[in-house]
């Protein structure tokens, strides 16, 4: 590679969170007149080497270097000025205001010290959509006039219009259609004839592999290898980012056994307070995995409270069929057997500064309760087996939750539910920021639950554990079913992923 | 290279966590008796001796009972995440309360019936308050004060003081030797039930689970509603047990009694190796440990020449600083929600 176009680099590049290791000693050099693609499972560094690279946190140890110059941004804003743009995949624009006000967000003085001419503003806005090929909006709208697919091309248009020389792509095109990808894809080949860099993350290999130059994949924070062109290949570097052969043990391996048709849980026609859910119904079988799919805003990590009776439902209800009784609170839905396992672990599944012990007790208590006593015999032995039977690697159990990696953290709030020998299991992305080695232990608990008539809802924004792991695959969009799929009827990746945006 | 991987992280987890956690969990149980050794040191020096002086160890002792009852059962409260600054105000509500009821009859009894149906009735009303309205509960407790002492102003009209020597005369007076042993048992008997609900029962643990994070503690199933009854319900036990042995001792109630106890009782808590904020670091030990501090700094304080106001003052500073402190230390909020 001509070293003249090299434009960033890191050596050694080192990134913790407490005892987490996010990058491991990463060195990456990133060319100009590229499209540099970062691949990787969720957790492997990916977003983080472009956050710090674009000034949003600063790298623990290591080096970078922009245009041969040492380059240390001490935020998004300085990041930004030097020439680096970034598209996230978190909805960044900000509702109450106009498109073009957007747009210039933080930039209002180029339009007046004290009074913003605003015509102006909306005037260069135009341009700046139009530049992007975003045609047919009035700049002056507000933003809510929009819906989310099209702000995501407004946050484009106003990267782009910065003009950078290095422009990262964050995950953004799974939120988009077809026609909001071909605009991203344009946009990245231009900026690449122009001799400008691009860093591309994305979870689609399909996309990397036919839009990329070269292909980075990351794991667990270690950069593993950087394949070009030629050398990419779907196996190869599938194999490179789960780090061994993908076998059919990763996710579970027998499909072949029929789904009972006792169901054990109704939705009967939902329509949540927050309006993410409308007109929502299904069923859950004993012995199902159910996957709940979708993209982030769909509904169905809402709907995943409502089944533990979390949510306040405007209409409809949700039936514990063996009882008939309905599920309207968490802690009747406890009684009844269910456990839930939040999106939001560290918010609403933990308590952070709270022990191993105290957590696992607070869904188990009343099992051990003699009478109004609990005995700290009872307790010790009950949390010890599940630190024990779930390989929780802690000092102790009295040990804080807070300085646990993320993996050993949701061990502790399944040990909540396994403690409880829980009948119906709601996980809301279980395996989210959790290492490859605790992934595929969560997927084999869920496995051996099934096996032993558990029924489970899986929700996940990752559709390969979806495709792995259930039996039925339920699509969510808008807060309504898309569509449903099953592995006989046969699950594909991409009418999956047509039924979802 | 994976397997590699792996162990260095543990490594790296398990050096971290070691560490850390014997800092923070030493200092934080050693850190309240070091201060309690501290205070008594420093002003038996500067009072020249004065502090430990018979008479004025008995002029304290009555005062720790009095603030110990109140923070060992705020304890509780505390610690499942509510901010209650009303406490002064019902004790001294109680206590009026009582004092009339017992004018009224002529009974010591009833007088004590009265006084723990007082605090209970408060009680329910802080829980409803806590659990059904989405309103910071301290902004509650700030007001439910000021109108504690307007209703206590109402209830007494013209008279500032009422005495019960005349009214009630089935109790003897006790000479100080015979309160300090009754005082000392209710104590000591409600402190061992106040450590037996709390480690023996799962209300503790409850309780540390609200604190520590709300929305958890009722993803895991807690009945949040029942919970907030019962912290307090255990908090106006203490408050009734304080108002009630105040009127044994004093054989008076006014619009002052138990004036400093509200904010003393935060204090010592603080002093007593607590967050405000509660949760998982919260602590039976912290009410009596941090009564007895608090107490101490006011009369070293008060013997040093300082006057009320000044005395207020210092309080103040000590409390900031120690919640300066303490949130270095824990790495907790110290802050209400």
Redesign the interface.
Known sequence: MNEEKLIVETRDLCK?F????AL?HVSIKIYRGQITGLIGENGSGKSTITSILSGMQPPTSGEMFFKGKPHKPSSMIEGAKLGIGMIVQEQGTVPGISIAENIFLGSENKFGRVFINKAAMVKEAQKALDAIGFTGVDAGAPIESLNMQDRKLVEIAKTVYEDPEVLVVDETTTALSQKGRDIIYGIMRKMRDEDKAVIFISHDLEELMETCDTLTVLR?G?LITTLSKEEMDEDVIKRCMV??EMTGDYYRSDFSQPVSDEVVLKVDNITSGFGMLMNFSMELHKGEILGIGGLSHCGMHELGKAL?G?MKLLEGEVVDTRTGDKVNS??G???KGYG?V?KDRD?????????IA??I???G??KL?KG?????GDTKKYVNGLVDELSI???SPA??VQ???GG?KQKVVFA?WVGRNCDILVLDCPTRGV???VKAAMYQLIDRMRRDGKSIVMISEELTELIGMCDRLLVLKDGQLAGEFTHAGGMNENQIIDVMI | ??KD??A???E???????S??ID?RLVGNIAPYAGLVLVVVVFAILTKGALLSVSNLQGMSSTVILTAMCAIGAVFVFGAGYFDMSIGGAVCLAAVLGAQAMIATGSFFVGFLAVLAVSIVLALLKSILAAYVNVPFFIFTIILSSIFSALVLVLMGNETTIYLRNAVKPLREFNFTEMSIISVVVLAAFFIFCVVVF????LG??A??MG??I?????????TVKTTVKVFIMSALGVALAAFLLLLRTRTASASTAGTVGTDVMVALVLGGMPLSG???TKISAGLVGAVTITVLNSGLAILGLTTGQIQIARGLVFIVVVLVSSLSYR?KLLPR
């Open positions: 913790n407490g005892p987490t290791v491991d667990d270690v780090g061994r533990f979390e968490a802690r839905a406890l009684l839930y939040s918010k609403e599944a933990l308590v952070l500064t709270a022990s105290d957590n007790l607070a869904a208590y009343d309760q109004l006593f609990l005995l700290p690697k802690c000092a040990q804080d300085y646990l990696s050993n909540k290492d490859i080695g | 290279m994976e991987l792996n260095k992280l543990e790296a987890g398990r050096k971290k966590t070691a850390t956690k923070a480690k023996f029962t799962p643990l409850k540390k689970n520590g994070n929305i958890s503690a009722k993803q895991s199933g807690i009945d949760g998982p670091r907790s």
